[in-house]
């Protein structure tokens, strides 16, 4: 069986690889394994060197990486890549782990010593998806492998380069081979695999299906999962926001990578005494845009990474205007009904439609008018999913009562779609559970072990 990567910029095959079978596969992971005990014996200073030489690596490559991702899943060349969010993210992670992998002092006297260590889970499953590659790629990846784990990493279909690139680099800069290994796989190794107990701890980012899919393969195996899955992130402007900025941030979360990011906004709620203005300002926004092919300089927004992706955008616009929705855009000369699509303004929306329930992962946002807080925060509350909220006010203190009664991972003030290294990138409800980044991340990919020593014995 091969995987393949079809090019959204015009329907060619980019790129193809075989997948291992099962036996081929559980030869990688003994090898990844038979490396976890050698790997995590290395000093911490030098894990974090290492690392660090295959994140700069990675950059060192970003000339050939950017037009690669735009072939592979669309993204415009204009933005340049992913670099400087994959190196921020690595950084931190690096420059936090001597502290937040240090043992636990609990005390000790004449009579006793007790600590608590963090000791790496041992080979940790990395399955990573196509929108941002690179950096959901480093997020795991670079705590993981500073914490004295191994790595397999799988990525997705639409960007199977990218961990072939991610493991040349880190291997060249001198990390081992067997420490960081990239595969592919195809749905039915993958969960073998992990039914079998090969790894000590699976990461996941994707879809709620594929999310359920692999905690089915992991059940009684005790083996730790974690899972970033759908978002459907609401902002809520309030009165007294800055109307520019507002538009501006919420707009381009809303459409940026068109649409297809985790964090993206996708609903929109806006004091009424903002709503006309609001609307106007974001249609002007919007229309100013230019779709077409990603290699294209000029090109604002790209095509959908896959023909599939756009046709769900295109039937929760269609299902919407049916039941009442209106929109506020034309649509663009390059919409070719495939993969380029026409980034779209609703408004009249309800929560009736699945424009404002289901992850739409594309460029189109529904605008709603709210009369409070309270109104504001039902419809935010009203989803399945809770991974982040952009809250827009002039007042610290409100947006931290708004944002405590709100079911979410991250709370944002005056800012969206962006990802702090130093917070935990965590969310709730069908968004999936574990955390990321941060001190925390780390504590996820690591378990407590405690020592209890006593000194006499009389």
């Not at 699509?341 to 460029?363: A, C, K, W, Y």
Request: proline share 4%; glycine share 10%.
């Amino acid at each position: 069986m091969t995987v393949t990567c079809i090019s959204p910029i015009d329907g060619s095959v980019y790129a193809e690889r075989p997948t291992l079978t099962l036996e081929a596969a559980r030869d990688v992971v003994s090898a990844t394994r038979a490396a976890q005990s050698a790997w995590a014996a290395r000093p911490l200073p030098e894990r974090i060197d290492l690392v660090m030489a295959g994140v700069a690596a990675v950059g060192a490559m970003n000339d050939d990486i950017v037009p690669e991702l735009a072939h592979m899943m669309g993204r415009p060349v204009r933005y340049g890549g992913e670099f400087g969010g994959f190196n921020e993210r690595a950084s931190y992670m690096a420059d936090i782990a001597s502290e937040a992998l240090a043992d636990i002092q609990v005390g000790e006297d004449a009579t006793f010593k007790r600590y608590i260590k963090r000791i790496p889970h041992g080979v940790v499953f990395v399955v990573a998806p196509w929108n941002y590659p690179y950096m959901t790629a480093i997020n795991t990846v670079a705590p993981a492998l500073i914490a004295g784990n191994t790595v397999v990493l799988k990525h997705a279909a639409q960007t199977l380069l990218v961990g072939e690139r991610m493991a040349k680099a880190f291997h060249d800069a001198g990390v081992p081979a067997d420490v960081f290994q990239n595969v592919f796989l195809d749905h039915d190794t993958t969960s073998a695999l992990i039914s079998e107990k090969a790894f000590d701890f699976v990461n996941f980012t994707g879809s709620v299906g594929g999310g359920q899919a692999m905690e089915r393969a992991a059940a009684g195996t005790f083996t730790g999962v974690g899972t970033e899955l759908g978002g459907k992130d609401p902002g809520y402007v309030m009165e007294d926001a800055d109307l520019d900025a507002a538009v501006d941030t919420l707009i381009d979360g809303a459409m940026f990578n068109s649409g297809q990011c985790c964090c993206g906004i996708e609903r929109i709620y806006v004091h009424e005494s903002l709503f006309d203005a609001f609307v106007e300002k974001a249609v002007a926004v919007v229309n100013g845009y230019k779709l077409g092919n990603p290699l294209d300089a000029e090109t604002t927004i790209g095509p959908m990474a896959n023909i599939r992706f756009a046709k769900e955008v295109r039937a929760q616009i269609a299902e919407a205007v049916e039941m009442g929705a209106k929109t506020h855009i034309d649509t663009f000369p390059e919409d070719d009904g495939g993969a380029y699509l026409t980034p779209q303004i609703l408004t009249n929306v309800t929560h009736d439609m699945r424009v404002m329930r289901d992850e739409s992962f594309g460029p189109v946002v529904g605008i709603m008018s709210v009369k409070s807080d309270e109104e504001a925060i039902a419809l935010m509350n009203d989803s399945e999913f809770g991974l982040t909220a952009s809250l827009w006010t002039a007042d610290v203190d409100r947006a931290q009562r708004v944002g405590d009664q709100i079911e979410t991972g991250t709370v944002f003030m005056n800012r969206a779609d962006y990802l702090d290294p130093g917070l935990c990138w965590t969310g709730c409800k069908n968004t999936g559970r574990g955390g990321g980044l941060s001190v925390i991340g780390y504590q996820n990919l690591t378990r407590p072990k405690s020592y209890h020593l006593k000194k006499v014995t009389k």
